[in-house]
């Protein structure tokens, strides 16, 4: 955390709100957003470990397809409820206790879910798979807000964004890792177990490597405006991320391909994030940016809509994810920033929190709406899903994906136009405090002989002149 610095002639002078207040920025401050990432990593892969292999794990354990998805879509129904929770606790408990209640809840998901493949005995494990999915649900809504928060409170102005990035990035990148490992270790049924295990080791390393406000943001028309239109952004992604595996296989895609595809997506999301991170740090043009970055996701998702209903495009469709991760991803550390701007003074975990749970609301009915448009395929064709049923026909819900994300590109270019009032009560803070520790010029009226040429270079101390009493305002000495 900031801590308070001296008034030595050594003290640091730069022109932040911050420095001029007599705080600091501790090192270890990078040490905590490890702890955050790693958390909200770990959370990301057990979150979609079970969606690249859907139709394994949904012969191993005897489910239906949609049961499977659900194990997908709790996390974004607990989350709502669970977020507004959340929110209280980062701004009224702190953001210590929410992460270690995080790590606490992240692991015993982690454990819960991993009881059937321990002890095969155990009746109905589609209880155990979803509860342990819940309590990881639980604990995402904590660790998904917590990066705006850490960001506003140990860091620097000129390093919000980019903390934020690697906060925020974390947790896609474990979706990453979750697309490429669980199809690398579930070639078979009988290889689930080993899977299950592994991601319950890596949670259980992590572990132990570690409502005023919301008024004011419903009644602010730009925060709204914001929350809808990126929170369906997330929502889209979420139902992408889920959902990805069962569109590919209809058309004749191995679940390898697929795994490969969720990871380009994340992981130029990734570095997307990281320039415009960067960029957003020097310039401060966030709104620009999450416009732009929206605009070109929605071009992005209508080729995607496209080319997945054809087969043998795998160059096309690995350029697209790649694309789809690029611009999108990209703007998502900047949204948040975007969202703490235009509604200060509310606090950073409110701003951020409630983006995230509306997300994950629109997230919910995204998801139902698109596996509700679904139809069974009853000719024949080149599918290479497991499950033992008709493949389903995708085309209306990647073309209502598609429509969704147009919309909220638009809705979000033309009626968004929010002052960063972050960055403006930092910036007048700063000149009032200025204008408190400099001299009153206006009281220094030079000698009517001194010409700009006589003036020195540096101007000497103020110094009373020997009749002027020692309460009044002193002059300058301009004689030469």
């Known amino acids: 955390m900031a801590g308070q610095v001296g008034n030595g002639p050594g003290a640091?002078?730069?022109?932040?709100?911050?420095t001029l207040r007599g705080y600091r920025a501790y090192a270890r401050r990078w040490v905590f957003l490890l702890v955050i990432s790693l958390l909200s990593y770990s959370n990301a892969m057990l979150w979609l470990s079970f969606a690249p292999v859907a139709d394994n794990i949904a012969r191993y354990f005897l489910l239906s397809t949609e049961q499977i998805n659900w194990l997908s879509l709790v996390y974004l129904v607990v989350s709502i409820p669970a977020g507004v929770v959340a929110i209280w606790v980062l701004d009224s408990v702190g953001l210590r206790w929410a992460?270690?209640?995080?790590?606490?809840?992240?692991?015993a998901g982690s454990v819960l879910r991993a009881l059937p493949c321990m002890v095969p005995s155990a009746q109905d494990p589609f209880v155990f798979l979803?509860?342990?999915q819940s309590l990881c649900a639980l604990a995402q809504t904590l660790v998904v807000f917590?990066?705006?928060?850490?960001a506003a409170l140990w860091f620097p102005e000129h390093q919000r964004a980019t903390a934020n990035m690697v906060g925020t990035m974390s947790n896609p990148l474990g979706v990453l890792v979750?697309?490429?490992?669980?199809?690398?270790l579930v070639k078979k049924e009988e290889d689930i177990p080993v899977m299950v295990r592994e991601l319950t080791g890596a949670g259980l390393c992590v572990h132990l490597c570690v409502v005023s406000g919301v008024s004011c943001l419903v009644r602010n028309k730009d925060y709204v405006i914001l929350a809808v239109c990126f929170g369906g952004g997330i929502g889209i992604f979420s139902s992408f991320s889920a959902l990805l595996e069962q569109v590919l296989c209809v058309n004749g895609y191995s679940n390898e391909f697929a795994g490969l595809c969720g990871a380009l997506f994340i992981a130029f999301g990734i570095l997307?994030?990281?320039a415009l991170s960067l960029y957003v740090d020097r310039t401060k043009h966030f709104t620009e940016a999450v416009k732009i970055g929206l605009c070109l996701t929605s071009l992005v998702c209508v080729a995607f809509a496209l080319v997945s209903q054809l087969q043998g495009q795998t160059l096309a469709l690995s350029a697209i994810c790649s694309l789809l991760g690029l611009f999108g991803f990209s703007v998502a550390p900047v949204a948040m920033e975007l969202a703490i701007e235009c509604s200060f003074p509310v606090g950073e975990g409110a701003?951020?929190?409630l983006v995230f749970v509306l997300g994950q609301a629109e997230g919910v009915l995204t998801m139902v709406l698109l596996t509700a448009l679904t139809v069974r395929r009853a000719e024949p064709s080149f599918s290479t899903c497991q499950d033992g049923q008709d493949p389903l026909d995708w085309k209306g819900s990647m073309l209502l994906m598609a429509g969704l994300c147009t919309f909220f590109s638009c809705l979000m270019v033309l009626f968004f136009h929010a002052p960063y009032r972050r960055l403006q009560a930092e910036a007048d803070a700063s000149l009032s405090i200025q204008e408190d520790t400099c001299p009153a010029t206006s009281d220094h009226i030079p000698h009517p002989a001194a010409t700009p040429e006589a003036l020195p270079q540096h101007p000497p101390s103020p110094q009373h002149e020997p009749g002027e009493k020692p309460g009044t305002a002193p002059s300058w000495n301009l004689s030469s």
């Open 99 to 107: 992460t270690i209640l995080c790590a606490w809840l992240n692991f």
């Open 130 to 132: 979803m509860g342990g």
């Open 272 to 274: 997307g994030a990281l």
């Open 351 to 353: 701003a951020a929190g």
């Open 12 to 18: 640091a002078t730069a022109p932040t709100l911050d």
């Open 146 to 150: 917590s990066p705006a928060k850490l």
């Open 178 to 184: 979750a697309n490429l490992l669980s199809p690398a």
